[in-house]
């Protein structure tokens, strides 16, 4: 039967390939699928997921990656494209207490679920805290809504969308000019009270002086809309993703590498280390700096190596995962260690001339098994500890183990246990990993950090400027890095190509 013609059925059937099996690819696979286009995914691992993969042995299971599921609003509206309820797929349970906070003089505070609790505790930080994070928040609340409606769901690659008057009006309403921590130190005394809002700058990979201001949305996110877990961990929301995939059609390759993107005029096919495989359109979504470096010709490539050399980069990390055969009572979910001097701490991470362990550490240590019993066996805990490192550092087995040591024995003082010697597994991913199994450009944990010139219009475009059907999604591309923000990525380019015609 002939339907009639609309711009969606003219684009049925075209042929996609996309780069990469991360969130980035999985998701934009899964919208393509359900708009009828055929789709094949290749990817160099052997699983889905990228950096947000499982890791499982001896009954424990990690995720390798991200640890906090926030802004379950971004969550719904992308499944809502798919037709499909989050709460049909995973079940999503709130966090209470949110984080635990340990500082470096001894003391610890808890973030709740509730405004009440947590206006109580920044009562005891500094005089007015409660109505100073009161009015805070209800701000934030505001300009969440209108970040999000006006920026981030916006398509730069839109001329129009560009000098839309909307855009602009709501944007000079928007705190966009200033870095956070000028922000937050207008507005709060103490030091504790602000470091508890400027921590979860690290999400989005920056520093508190590189970040604009307006990130203190970030705040809303996880003081308001909460912080949130699904029974069997990020995974989950993985694993759902690459059933949905399934279920469309969509066919997948693993254990295979893209080494070249082929240009015909137009995108026109990629070899991997197995196949050459002919594609209408070809969309990347693994690392972008990597991939246009290194799976173009040169005259193909949007962005040359000076571009990528002039841009910020957010720092390595070091991963470590322990399965322990025994429960540490005084840690929560979420818990993170803010070290003495903060400054000091984030000049490190970003000097690139001097790549070396900092001085003041900070880490975060995730245990899902204190929400979600089928993480780690019986009585036994899943741990997670996250420490950011500058980018270039040597990331030898003796220095892993140095870390290591240092680490876990300093986290040993904030659970009160002993923690070495109880590991029944211990795996340390390290920046030569990122590397290896990600190609992550300089064994970058998270890409190009959000600053003013490397956030919206700025960041690379979704759209090649060289390669008529060659696309990018994912962390690099607006809005950015994070589970939510790259689902929006993905529908701001399906929405696009989906209109191309
Ligand atoms: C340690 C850590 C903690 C994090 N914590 C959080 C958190 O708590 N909450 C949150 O929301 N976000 C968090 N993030 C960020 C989030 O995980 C990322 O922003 C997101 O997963 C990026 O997805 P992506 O698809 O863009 O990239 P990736 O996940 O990197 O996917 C790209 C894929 O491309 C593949 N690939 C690369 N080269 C090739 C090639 N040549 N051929 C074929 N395949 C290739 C890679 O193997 C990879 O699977 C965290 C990230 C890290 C690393």
Redesign the pocket.
Same mark, same amino acid.
């Given at each position: 039967m002939i339907k009639t013609i609309t711009k969606e059925v003219f684009y049925y059937n075209m042929k996609n390939i996309v $780069?990469?099996?991360?969130?980035?690819?999985l998701s934009i696979a899964a919208l393509l699928a359900k708009k009828g286009q055929q789709v094949t995914v290749?990817?160099?691992?052997s699983t889905p +997921?990228?950096?947000?993969r499982l890791y499982s042995e001896k009954g424990f299971k990690f995720d390798m990656? #991200?640890?906090?599921y926030?802004m379950p609003d971004i969550f719904e509206d992308y499944f809502k494209e798919l037709e499909i309820k989050v709460t049909d797929i995973y079940n999503l349970v709130r966090i209470d207490p949110s984080y635990r906070i340990f500082f470096e003089d001894g003391s610890k505070v808890d973030v709740y679920a509730s405004l009440e609790d947590n206006i109580k505790l920044f009562d005891e930080l500094e005089p007015e805290g409660g109505e100073k994070l009161k009015k805070y928040l209800e701000k934030a609340e505001k300009h969440y809504k209108i970040a999000k409606e006006d920026l981030l769901y916006r398509d730069y690659n839109r001329l129009l969308n560009l000098i839309d008057g909307r855009l602009l009006l709501n944007g000079l309403r928007l705190p966009i000019f200033g870095d956070i921590d000028s922000f937050i130190q207008g507005i709060f005394s103490s030091d504790k009270a602000k470091r508890i809002l400027e921590y979860s700058i690290g999400?989005v990979g920056g520093s508190p002086k590189n970040t604009p201001s307006i990130y203190y949305i970030m705040n809303h996110v996880d003081f308001k809309l909460g912080v949130w877990y699904p029974i069997e961990g990020i995974w989950k929301v993985i694993e759902q993703l690459y059933e949905i995939c399934l279920k469309n059609g969509v066919e997948f390759k693993f254990n295979? !590498? $893209?080494?070249k993107i082929n240009v015909k005029g137009v995108a026109h096919s990629v070899d991997t280390d197995i196949q050459h495989y002919i594609s209408d359109n070809i969309i990347v979504?693994? *690392?972008y700096a990597?991939?246009e470096l290194n799976?173009l010709d040169e005259e193909n490539r949007s962005y040359d190596k000076s571009y990528w050399d002039s841009k910020l980069f957010a720092p390595t !990390?070091l991963?470590i995962y322990i399965g322990l055969n025994k429960k540490l009572t005084k840690l929560l979910h979420h818990n993170l260690y803010l070290a003495g001097d903060w400054n000091l701490d984030f000049e490190t991470l970003y000097d690139p001339d001097t790549p070396s362990w900092p001085n003041e550490v900070s880490y975060y240590v995730n245990i899902t098994s204190k929400t979600d019993p089928t993480v780690a066996p019986k009585g036994k805990e899943t741990i997670f500890i996250?420490i950011p490192l500058p980018s270039g550092i040597k990331d030898t087995y003796e220095n892993r183990e140095k870390w290591y040591q240092q680490i876990v024995s300093h986290l040993e003082k904030l659970a009160d246990e002993k923690i070495i010697g109880y590991e029944e597994v211990k795996t340390i991913f390290g920046p030569e990993d990122f590397k290896r *199994?990600?190609?992550a450009y300089n064994g970058t944990?998270?890409g190009l950090v959000h600053t003013l010139n490397q956030s919206a219009i700025f960041r690379p475009s979704h759209l090649s400027k060289k390669v008529k059907n060659l696309y990018y999604t +994912?962390?690099y591309t607006h809005p950015g890095?994070?589970? #939510?923000l $790259?689902l929006i990525s993905s529908q701001i380019l399906v929405d696009r190509l989906i209109k191309k015609t």
């Open positions: $780069v990469g099996a991360g969130i980035g690819g290749i990817e160099k691992n +997921g990228g950096r947000a990656g #991200p640890s906090w926030l999400f295979e !590498a $893209v080494e979504t693994a *690392d990597y991939s799976l !990390a991963v996250l *199994d990600y190609n944990s998270l +994912g962390q890095i994070g589970l #939510p $790259v």
